[in-house]
């Protein structure tokens, strides 16, 4: 535990494991995810979000959801240290956009936050859903839930604002730590995925408007 992750608490407990795709390569999902591997590796990420012919549409939304909440956790994990609630008191990404908390369970209503304590909320809500069969079943032959689709929009609506946070508030840090290229491929990837399956409203991407035009426009 590093000195800054104990700054107030909050930052302390970044464990979230990797999920998904267990590691079993009989399984859909690795199948899938290696086929996402080797497309991603081609170097097109336009084509590399393209539904593989003959997949099942929600397996795949749920392979990649699963994979870019592990690589955000990844990439905000590289700057916990610099953001603590006294740089970051309140979640936002630039000065026009700023982010309450509400899970509707512990916050009822939206609640102001420092930008730690909004992504650690943030990704316990999401670990907490694809941890529940019910809602991201992960057994061959289990059906998804006819909200399946809407769940993937809430889930992909909210990590936007953790690549929003990081472009506006630590890209520096991310560059003095040469990760921001692994930050630039995995948001490229992100958006055009969310682009592909129109998963986001465009007024929800604004923060990263300049970027995502010239990202779309490749
Ligand atoms: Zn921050």
Redesign the pocket.
Known sequence: MSFFGTVGGLAKNRTFKPRGAKNDNSTRAYQLKKYAEQTLGSGNLRDAVLLPEGEDLNEWLAVNTVDFFNQINMLYGC?TE??TPQ??PVMCAGPRFEYHWQDGVRYKKPTKMS??EYVDNLMNWVQGMLDDEALFPSKIGVPFPKTFPATVKSIVRRLFRVYA?LYN??FAQLCALSIEAHLNTSFAHFLFFVDEFKLVEKKELAPLAELNASILSR
Do not use: I, L, N, Y
């Open positions: 700057v610099f953001c740089e970051c930008a730690p946070h508030h630590h």
